[in-house]
């Protein structure tokens, strides 16, 4: 099977060019600028016409929750439904956590998320392992998992009593990580002093949503932010903050990578685009826009946009965390503390950055390198994803810049029952997604199937020396 896309400007992290892409397989073959050269490639079995789109890697999320359980509920979206709702976007890689529960060993939790996701993925998926009960035990899995193609753990100064970990006990993770290579992911807010903001809160009958901004102020993920760096620096391994949300947080960061430090960072579209006020929201609205850390001030988004900008920021993702308003986030009726976290946001990850680039925020190259090419290289996937080069697998997204579209509960692809982004208009939209070489979304219609997607055994971060 042979596809050829012509007549479209391949973008990519390095900038622009007018140039027709060649697969053969699941593989592209060659990239060929239309002003040298245009061979005749008319044998091909099918051909693309891109004239007037763009043509870049398809989207990777370094971020997602699918069937995730919190709080005696489960995020909505399996992933089936969540990785078709990816396709739709343009997504065309999501690495996904694996979440250890106490008591239970590294491996024998990957065994279950494998059985989670095996067969059922639409496009292609690795793993992160969250990392909830730190032992002797779980520090020598640790580097099984990076045998098995898990090369990136997770661990939280949040949620005391579910997923937090002491200091003494990221500190031994980090140090295991050392010794390894492979890099620590860190939810950075301090859940010991947040835990009782909540309770003073809820003590004097303040139990609407926004509370839930208000009892996380952005000063405890900045000192959370910090203390992850140092404890890092300590250890000597690579730190990567994971939904950075602000200003506080990314000055620690910037700090730390003006050092040298190996850190990094990634944002998320609904700290860029959603803020405290829609928390705010009267009737309980707010409760769709609970996730942690919290929306911010929207004077947190510029300066988030700013940092893409520099490179503080390296990477977006979505957090993708999705819970129905009806039944899930309505069990914190009366009780904020009671709401699940997470916002739901896999499918509009591209077209939301893509409206960065039409407002000015960031550049075209950047859009892409931030989407697909950097999480590529963060999480050990570089250049079989993230890149339009010959060998590359063919996970290509043809985009339209010019359509316009209006996000909506009633046209997305996710199975939740809102969408935090109702009535946003979008300029630009994805025509194609072709993930290794398959057309899986053209023409408005889902064309992929259930089980197309294999996993991904990931390297370790592709910037270390
Ligand atoms: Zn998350």
């Known amino acids: 099977m042979t596809l050829a896309i012509i007549g479209g400007t391949v973008v990519t992290a390095g900038g622009t060019l007018d140039a027709d892409v060649f697969v053969a397989g699941e593989k592209i073959v060659a990239v060929i600028a239309r002003e040298i050269n245009t061979p ?50 343009g997504t065309t890689t999501i690495i996904d956590f694996a979440v250890q529960a106490k008591g239970t060993g590294l491996l024998a ?60 006990e990221i500190l031994l993770a980090m140090q295991q990580a050392q010794r390894s290579g492979a890099t620590i992911m860190m939810h950075a807010e301090n859940g010991i002093a947040i835990d009782q903001l909540v309770a003073q809160a809820l003590g004097a009958g303040r139990t609407d949503p926004v509370y839930h901004g208000l009892t996380r102020p952005p000063e405890l993920e900045g000192e959370a932010t910090g203390r992850a760096i140092t404890l890092a620096k300590v250890a000597g391994c690579p730190l990567y903050i994971v939904h950075l949300s602000a200003a506080q947080a990314l000055e620690a960061v910037a700090e730390a990578r003006d050092t040298g430090q190996n850190v990094f960072a990634e944002t998320c579209p609904q700290y860029l685009y959603l803020s ?22 929207k004077d947190h988004s510029a300066t988030l946009w700013r940092g893409l900008r520099t490179n503080d920021l390296s990477v977006v993702s979505t957090d993708h965390c999705p819970f129905c308003f009806k039944e899930q986030k309505e069990l914190g009726r009366g009780d904020f503390a009671k709401i699940p976290n997470g916002i739901p946001g896999v499918e509009h990850r591209i077209d939301l ?23 590529a290289r963060m999480f050990g996937l570089y250049p079989r994803k993230g890149a339009i080069v010959a060998g590359a697998d063919a996970d290509i997204v043809i985009y339209d810049p010019t359509a ?46 259930r089980g197309e997607g294999t996993f991904l055994p990931r390297t370790l971060n592709q910037y270390l020396v």
């Not at 893509?354 to 859009?367: C, F, K, P, S, Y």
């Open 404 to 449: 316009r579209q209006t996000l909506s509960v009633a046209t997305h692809h996710m199975n939740v029952d809102y969408s935090a982004y109702e009535g946003m208009e979008i300029t630009g939209k994805v025509a194609t997604t072709i993930s290794r070489g398959r057309v899986v979304v053209a023409d408005g219609e889902f064309k992929g199937a």
């Open 109 to 168: 939790t990957l065994d279950k998320w494998h059985e989670k996701a095996d067969g059922n993925c639409a496009i292609d998926y690795g793993f992160h392992m969250i990392v909830s009960d730190v032992n002797e035990a779980t520090l020598k899995e640790m580097d099984a998992c990076i045998g098995a193609g898990v090369t990136s753990f997770k661990m939280f100064m949040a949620y005391p009593g579910v997923f937090y970990a002491t200091d003494g």
């Open 40 to 89: 005749d490639f008319g044998r091909a079995d099918e051909t693309i016409d891109a004239t007037g789109k763009y043509v870049i890697p398809g989207g990777i999320d370094a971020h997602t929750h699918m069937e995730m359980p919190f709080g005696g509920t489960s995020s909505v979206d399996t992933f089936e439904t969540g990785t078709k709702a990816a396709a739709w976007g």
């Open 276 to 297: 405290l006020e829609d928390l705010a929201r009267p009737d309980f609205e707010g409760a769709k826009f609970v996730c942690s850390p919290p929306l911010r001030t």
């Open 353 to 375: 950055l893509h409206q960065g680039v039409v407002a000015g925020e960031i550049t075209l190259a950047r859009w892409v390198e931030v989407c697909a090419t950097t999480p």
